[in-house]
T-cell receptor, first 107, second 113 residues
Framework: RKEVEQDPGPFNVPEGATVAFNCTYSNSASQSFFWYRQDCRKEPKLLMS???SGNEDGRFTAQLNRASQYISLLIRDSKLSDSATYLC????????FGTGTSLTVIP | DGGITQSPKYLFRKEGQNVTLSCEQNLNHDAMYWYRQDPGQGLRLIYY???????QKGDIAEGYSVSREKKESFPLTVTSAQKNPTAFYLCASSSGLALGTQYFGPGTRLLVL
């Protein structure tokens, strides 16, 4: 069983749309949670950490639900530049990466 | 500027050849990692190092070797025993093992001739 599961997508949304991704984790001892963004043929880069109380950074909102063991990422007012693969990361004894969710924002 | 560098950006390997991928960081991080990414797939951990002169196998260590003689450096050798080496190789570091945030280098794309 994988530690982290993500819907691979692809998600194709029009500019200005709101889109949400979920990521489930299997180990209740998971300590820390992150969302990374990976552009095509580039390295993953930290998008934001995920806190229990939920956190927002501009158009991006991340939430953690410990009871149901999932984290979410909400992107409002999608831009063309948001097109990328979004990876969720969970720390237990190691960094565990989801396989990523592909997003394409269409003009 | 602090960060992680990897070289080369592209590397070509002939059959039976060992090749070494370089990874250097100036973030003063104790932990370093090597991942392999195949097209359309997630990251798979090859090796990691918690501290100088110590390293551990990850999920797919067969056919690879590493060293950690300096805190800043964690080179990966892809040996001839690795039968399917074509992939995107990513080096990362964090302040401690499973601690803080992981930062990635720009990656090395390895191709087999």
């Amino acid at each position: 069983r994988k530690e982290v599961e993500q819907d691979p997508g692809p998600f194709n949304v029009p500019e200005g749309a709101t889109v949400a991704f979920n990521c489930t984790y299997s180990n209740s001892a998971s300590q820390s949670f992150f969302w990374y963004r990976q552009d095509c043929r580039k390295e993953p880069k930290l998008l934001m950490s995920v806190y229990s109380s939920g956190n927002e950074d501009g158009r991006f909102t991340a939430q953690l639900n410990r009871a149901s063991q999932y984290i979410s990422l909400l992107i409002r007012d999608s831009k063309l530049s948001d097109s990328a693969t979004y990876l969720c990361v969970v720390i237990i004894d190691q960094f565990y990466f989801g396989t990523g969710t592909s997003l394409t924002v269409i003009p | 500027d602090g960060g992680i560098t990897q070289s080369p950006k592209y590397l070509f390997r002939k059959e039976g050849q060992n090749v070494t991928l370089s990874c250097e960081q100036n973030l003063n991080h104790d932990a370093m990692y090597w991942y392999r990414q195949d097209p359309g797939q997630g990251l798979r951990l090859i090796y990691y190092s918690q501290i100088v002169n110590d390293f551990q196998k990850g999920d797919i260590a067969e056919g690879y070797s590493v060293s950690r003689e300096k805190k800043e450096s964690f080179p990966l050798t892809v040996t001839s025993a690795q039968k399917n080496p074509t992939a995107f190789y990513l080096c990362a570091s964090s302040s401690g093992l499973a601690l803080g945030t992981q930062y990635f280098g720009p990656g090395t794309r390895l191709l087999v001739l």
